[in-house]
């Protein structure tokens, strides 16, 4: 009976720490926040009709490094709401 006790009592004490560590690592993520220089679409257009191939490939990989990153924020934030909500939906 005492070993089922500290196995949960260690269990919580596990979720607490990994909640934690992912409180800290969004914090982090948040705001830390690397330099960019984004293009516009004017300049993207001039790039693409430039006879430089590889500078616009390099800038249309660039644009689309940009957008990605907010959906990934997005589906971060959606996924740990829905952690939450399942581990609280577990405790009732």
């Not at 005492?2 to 720490?17: C, D, I, L, P």
């Not at 914090?27 to 191939?53: E, G, H, K, P």
């Not at 616009?56 to 909500?85: E, H, Q, S, T, W």
Request: proline fraction near 1%.
């Amino acid at each position: 009976m005492h070993t089922k006790e500290k196995r949960k009592k260690n269990q919580e004490q596990r979720e607490k720490n990994i909640f934690k560590l992912e409180y800290i690592f969004i914090l982090f993520s948040f705001f830390y926040a690397l330099s960019a220089n984004a293009q516009c679409a004017m300049c993207r257009a001039a790039l693409t009709n430039d006879a430089n191939v590889e500078q616009a490939k390099a800038v249309n990989d660039g644009i689309v490094y940009l957008m990605v990153i907010p959906y990934l924020l997005v589906a971060l934030v959606g996924y740990f709401v829905y952690k939450m909500r399942k581990s609280k939906s577990k405790t009732e």
